[in-house]
Nanobody, 127 residues
Framework: QVQLVESGGGLVQAGGSLTLSCAAS????????MGWFRQAPGKEREFVAA????????GYAESVNGRFTVSRDNAKNTVYLVLNSLKPEDTAVYYC????????????????????WGQGTQVTVSS
């Protein structure tokens, strides 16, 4: 079965950095777009970043563009999210997700397009 396991979250001061990882199994990882989303307390889950199956197309939410970097290693079935210049408003549970089908072109930014989700990893940024 599909499994997505995030790691790398933690507590960091504003301006600091973290690297999140998402280890995938149970599907053809190298064929699938991967997305990162986050959900802060009392708020809806929101898109953060996405990367297509061959890393040719990458997209970011405006709020993180220029600070966060998404990448993937298809040999390791892992997708990464590097968070730089963190702000208190970046505090949230971060989730990786994948779509139900592989081989799709372009990126989807709506969480409803993603069928499989990890359990999330908490990122807390102190001021």
């Amino acid at each position: 079965q599909v499994q997505l396991v995030e790691s790398g979250g933690g507590l960091v001061q504003a301006g600091g950095s973290l690297t999140l990882s998402c280890a995938a199994s149970g599907f053809a990882f190298s064929d699938h777009t991967m997305g990162w989303f986050r959900q802060a307390p009392g708020k809806e889950r929101e898109f953060v970043a996405a990367i297509d199956w061959n890393s040719n197309t990458i997209g970011y939410a405006e709020s993180v563009n220029g600070r966060f970097t998404v990448s993937r290693d298809n040999a390791k079935n892992t997708v990464y999210l590097v968070l730089n210049s963190l702000k208190p408003e970046d505090t949230a549970v971060y989730y990786c997700a994948t779509e139900s089908r592989g081989g799709l072109y372009g990126l989807r930014y709506d969480s409803r397009n993603y069928a499989y989700w990890g359990q999330g990893t908490q990122v807390t940024v102190s001021s």
